[in-house]
C-alpha cells in the first residue's frame, strides 16, 4: 500500500509535470499562454493518475504506467521547445 500512495504522489506528480511541460512546447499560442494551459491541464492529469493508481492496484504495473509516459512526455516536450541537449 505505501508503494501504492508513494506512486499516486511521486509518479502522478512527474505525469502531471511532464504534460505541462510537453503542452507548453506543443500548443500553437504564446510561450506564456501554452504554459498556463499545460499548467492548468495538469491538474487533471494529477487527478486521474491518482485514480488510477488505486484502480490497478498493482505497484510495479503502476510505476511503470506512470514513469514511461512521464518520461516520454518530458522529452517530447524539451526537445521541441529546443532545451535539450
Do not use: D, H, Q
Request: glycine share 16%.
Amino acid at each position: 500500500m505505501a508503494s501504492l500512495v508513494a506512486a499516486a504522489l511521486v509518479g502522478g506528480y512527474a505525469l502531471a509535470t511532464a504534460v505541462g511541460i510537453f503542452l507548453g512546447g506543443i500548443l500553437p499560442m504564446s510561450r506564456g499562454e501554452a504554459a498556463l494551459v499545460g499548467n492548468l491541464l495538469s491538474f487533471a492529469v494529477y487527478a486521474g493518475a491518482v485514480i488510477w493508481t488505486f484502480v490497478v492496484r498493482r505497484p510495479v504495473k503502476v510505476w511503470l504506467g506512470l514513469m514511461i509516459p512521464a518520461c516520454t512526455l518530458v522529452t517530447g516536450g524539451l526537445l521541441l521547445t529546443g532545451r535539450a541537449g
